[in-house]
């Protein structure tokens, strides 16, 4: 069994495990119980009442963030090279198309987001391996294939995130950094909950928010009422 540092046995006491927190509660609570020396994601994770292999069930979308996420997007935008100043002036990190999917062929994911034109998706078709397990291919719904090159930019970097559930049906997305004041960490969580409540579909039955819990890298998760989402 592995040894639980002096650090987590002091962040563990501090969490009550039957305890369902409300989201000013967690988002105080989260930054005490941080274990680590470094500026942690804090993650939200919402089950849902869905079946996400129902195609009406899969539910993906994105959210701007009143606050930001606290991390710099690295973005790359491929592009034909008319497009290509737009995208360099509104602060995209990587331009290009063709050099760009060799890369990625041969094995570069170093990004976060990939923004790309309608008129290229053809030639993403050989790289859809790499990029769909990492959750960087570009889709319409969330924003990132457009012809509007620079407010795709500008969005990704000014905090929109983009969510999605996995197979168990849970969505995994960052709220901030735990260098946030609780206020921030608050903003930024109902953001996201009432996107995801704004998703709910019509096919889903029961109780569509099955549980919530909010954690920093590497430290105790604090349980949310669901019923904070109205």
Avoid at 17 to 31: D, H, M, P, R
Avoid at 93 to 101: A, N, R, S
Avoid at 127 to 152: F, S, W
Wanted: aromatic share 4%; net charge positive.
């Amino acid at each position: 069994m592995a040894k639980v540092s002096k650090k987590r046995q002091k962040s563990n006491a501090l969490v009550d495990v039957a305890k369902f927190y409300n989201l000013e509660e967690a988002c105080g609570l989260v930054k005490e119980v941080n274990t680590t020396k470094f500026d942690s994601s804090v993650d939200l994770h919402v089950r849902l009442g869905v079946d996400p292999r129902k195609p009406d069930q899969a539910i993906r979308g994105t959210v701007t963030l009143p606050n930001g996420t606290g991390k710099t997007k690295r973005v790359l935008v491929l592009c034909t090279p008319d497009k290509e100043a737009e995208a360099t002036a509104a602060g995209a990190d990587y331009v290009g198309l063709d050099e760009y999917l060799q890369k990625i062929e041969g094995g570069w994911t170093d990004i976060d987001v990939i923004i790309a034109m309608p008129t290229v998706m053809a030639k993403l078709g050989k790289i859809g391996r790499i990029l769909g397990p990492r959750g960087l291919m570009p889709n319409p719904k969330t924003g990132t294939v457009t012809m509007d090159i620079a407010n795709a930019v500008n969005e990704v970097k000014g905090g929109k995130i983009a969510f999605r559930v996995d197979k168990f049906g849970i969505i995994h997305a960052s709220v901030g950094r735990v260098s946030f004041s609780p206020a921030k960490l608050k903003e930024n969580a109902e953001e996201l909950l009432q996107a995801i409540n704004k998703m709910k579909p019509s096919s889903s039955k029961g109780a569509y928010f099955k549980s919530i819990s909010m954690a920093s890298s590497m430290s105790p998760g604090l349980k949310i009422d669901p019923k904070v989402v109205r």
